[in-house]
């Protein structure tokens, strides 16, 4: 594996935050497995290919119920389909306790092996980064079995379907820690990784793995090309949301929202006696 030394550049982030990227915001692609130093720190592993069987994987990314929306970006809104799985932490706001995602209602099978994927994703965790792996592991230990993806200390994820995402920092994850980025292409010209602040591009090719932290680097996605009609490009990403720190067991969970929704009942019925 190639040992790279990068320098964290300054950049204003108010030229980059929300707009596409572009191959000429980064200088140098990277297309062969590298741990990437900054100040003699390992910051990230990549793998243009790590040796695994996911022949059930590539059925299963083709058969889930992706959910379609719009991601605003500085010069127009850009079409998305992604479809998150694992476990989300309470939405006080839509009265939601913490939760398997609906993925896992709807479609269990495909679901399971989603979550059965983060195995291999941590291995190489374990492999490139090791004091961080057990440092993200004790963190993990705040949350509840019920909560983590097998025996990682992943909680959660998501599958981006054919989405050339603008740059952003992802929120809400443990600090100081790493997701992983599995990658699946098919007849695709172009949709590399860029980290800007790095000055480095990453060829996401075929079964390539990305663990990086993406709540302290900013990112994209560039433009790809379809070149053909059976042409996808696939990302999973594994994390671990600070939010399910204060998850229940599963149970508690729902007799904490029942004691909630009663309490707001009694709250209304008052105020409406009191005009």
């Not at 592991?137 to 959660?156: H, M, N």
């Not at 000055?199 to 070149?227: E, K, N, Y």
């Not at 309490?263 to 019925?269: C, E, F, G, Q, Y």
Request: with cysteine; glycine share 6%.
């Amino acid at each position: 594996m190639l040992s790279l030394n990068a320098s964290k550049r300054t950049i204003d982030l108010s030229l980059f935050r929300t707009r596409r990227a572009d191959m000429s915001d980064c200088s140098r692609m990277i297309s062969e497995d590298a741990i990437v130093h900054v100040e003699g720190k390992p910051v990230l592993a990549y793998y243009h290919r790590i040796d695994a069987d996911f022949s059930l994987l590539r059925s299963t990314l083709d058969r889930v119920k992706y959910h379609e929306g719009f991601r605003a970006t500085k010069n127009n809104p850009m079409f998305t389909r992604a479809r998150t799985f694992g476990y989300a932490p309470r939405l006080e706001i839509r009265n939601q306790p913490c939760r398997q995602a609906s993925l896992g209602i709807e479609q269990p099978l495909e679901h399971a092996v989603l979550l059965d994927a983060a195995e291999a994703a941590y291995r190489c965790y374990k492999e490139s980064f090791p004091e961080r792996a057990e440092a993200h592991a004790v963190l993990a230990d705040k949350v509840l079995q019920e909560y983590r993806i097998g025996s990682t200390p992943f909680t959660s994820g998501i599958v981006n379907a054919n989405n050339p995402l603008p740059y952003h920092f992802d929120r809400g994850n443990f600090r100081g820690v790493n997701s992983a980025m599995l990658g699946f292409k098919r007849d695709i010209e172009g949709g590399h990784l860029t980290i800007p602040e790095l000055d480095l591009a990453f060829d996401i090719g075929d079964q390539s793995l990305l663990l990086f932290d993406g709540q302290s680097l900013l990112h994209g996605v560039t433009p790809f090309r379809r070149m053909s009609d059976n042409a996808m490009r696939y990302t999973i990403v594994f994390y671990s949301l600070e939010g399910m720190w204060r998850c229940e067991p599963p149970a508690e969970e729902v007799r904490h929202f029942n004691r909630r929704q009663t309490a707001l009942a009694k709250s209304r019925a008052a105020k409406k006696e009191s005009t």
